[in-house]
């Protein structure tokens, strides 16, 4: 990825920092920068990719993916910079905090997925939910909400309640674009009043003739 398509990656506490994953020497990376800007500052340095950051709810911790193991695993470390630890074992991709800051709750793929939850000491990991977008989830007081893909050319914002386990329809999000309308990320307010999502309204593509390029 290049410097000027850095994306943010925050969630959480973070304080006045954003963080965010960059492959700058080929590999991704984990970096943060103040909110005000300045000079960006490398967490991860391994030759595997580390992508796909969240914060704690604390402030203290980022989770992100990483290919360390050959395979896609969710791991933390401190977010003042040292040595990062597995966290799943089982496969893992996009990861956020329960709000009390016990539990992580996170998806397997990125893609079409399940939400699984594992202890933040690690422990057994637990699946959640079925058939969710897997970049496309937020995790909230009372449960999360998430995308559900259909392939009738519409996506369902729904909500896993933590109390019964039912899962309620929020909104339905349909496109001329493309199958999946939505699913590169979602985010719920402090309030938990709004939810900021991405959707796709426009795909297409060019052919294009390039004369006498040698």
């Not at 959640?128 to 893909?149: D, M, N, T």
């Not at 590169?184 to 593509?205: A, C, I």
Request: proline letters at 3%.
């Amino acid at each position: 990825m290049k410097p000027d398509q850095w994306r943010d990656r925050s969630h959480g506490c973070g304080g006045a920092k954003f963080v965010f994953d960059a492959s700058l020497e080929g590999q991704s990376e984990i970096h943060i920068v103040d909110a005000g800007g300045g000079r960006p500052r490398r967490m991860t340095n391994h030759s595997a990719d580390d992508a796909v950051a969240s914060w704690s709810r604390d402030g203290r911790w980022l989770y992100f993916v990483s290919d360390r193991t050959k395979e896609w695993q969710i791991w933390k470390m401190p977010a003042e910079g040292g040595e990062a630890v597995q966290v799943t074992k089982h496969g893992g991709y996009l990861a956020f905090e329960s709000l009390d800051g016990k539990v992580v709750f996170f998806s397997k793929d990125v893609w079409l997925s399940s939400i699984w939850k594992v202890p933040v000491d690690r422990g057994e990991e637990e699946k959640v939910q079925e058939s969710v977008l897997g970049q496309a989830f937020a995790v909230a007081r009372k449960g999360i909400y998430f995308v559900s893909p259909h392939f009738d050319g519409s996506s369902t914002i729904d909500f896993h309640s933590f109390e019964s386990g039912k899962v309620t329809t929020i909104a339905t999000i349909r496109s001329t674009a493309t199958v999946f309308v939505a699913g590169w990320g979602m985010s719920v307010s402090p309030d938990e009043r709004d939810l900021l999502y991405t959707q796709f309204d426009q795909s297409s593509s060019n052919l294009m003739l390039v004369e006498n390029f040698r």
